[in-house]
């Protein structure tokens, strides 16, 4: 089935940003070990990074038409912020799983506060890039379980 893969802001700097908090991978390394990864397991990954907004929602917005079953998503600093994004992901009503790098509730008590986590599936946090492949791991046993 069709996965899309969304990455917010400024994780175009992973690799460079903060290592000590999100690590050495790059952005583009995660993507590709994650559409092998998917490949793997019978699925076809679109992997899609913005820093604005409204192109992340227009994204979303896509997967109307594009026959995307599954959504996994860092919505970055977005998670903190956007009403915008959270509208998006309910108004596709599609299945979503929200993953951070880092372990958003041993920081700022600012990053406790997600508007996605009450609508996904499922929250990983804290696990670096591993909580990309266990959220695919995911996702491909539930749409395993949904017949796709
Ligand atoms: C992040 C955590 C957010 O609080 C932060 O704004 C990010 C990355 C993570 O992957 O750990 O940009 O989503």
Redesign the pocket.
């Known amino acids: 089935a069709r996965v899309l893969l969304l990455q917010?802001?400024?994780?175009n700097l992973l690799g460079k940003?903060e290592p000590q908090?999100?690590g050495t991978t790059t952005l583009d390394e995660i993507h590709a070990q994650l559409i092998k990864q998917a490949e793997e397991l019978g699925h076809q990954l679109d992997c899609f990074q913005s820093n604005a907004e409204h192109l992340l929602i227009e994204r979303i917005h896509q997967t109307l038409d594009d026959g995307t079953r599954f959504i996994l998503i860092?919505?970055?600093?977005?998670?903190?912020t956007s009403v915008a994004l959270r509208d998006a992901l309910a108004g596709v009503a599609l299945p979503f799983i929200e993953?951070?790098?880092?372990?958003?509730h041993a920081?700022?008590a600012?990053?406790g506060h997600s508007f996605f986590s009450d609508l996904a599936q499922g929250v990983i946090?804290?696990l670096g890039t591993q909580?990309y492949q266990l959220a695919l791991l995911a996702a491909h046993q539930h749409l395993e379980a949904a017949g796709s």
Do not use: D, K, Q, W
Request: glycine share 12%; net charge positive; hydrophobic share 30%.
């Open positions: 917010g802001p400024n994780l940003r908090i999100y860092n919505p970055a600093a977005y998670t903190h993953i951070h790098l880092s372990n958003v920081r700022e600012f990053r946090c804290g909580g």
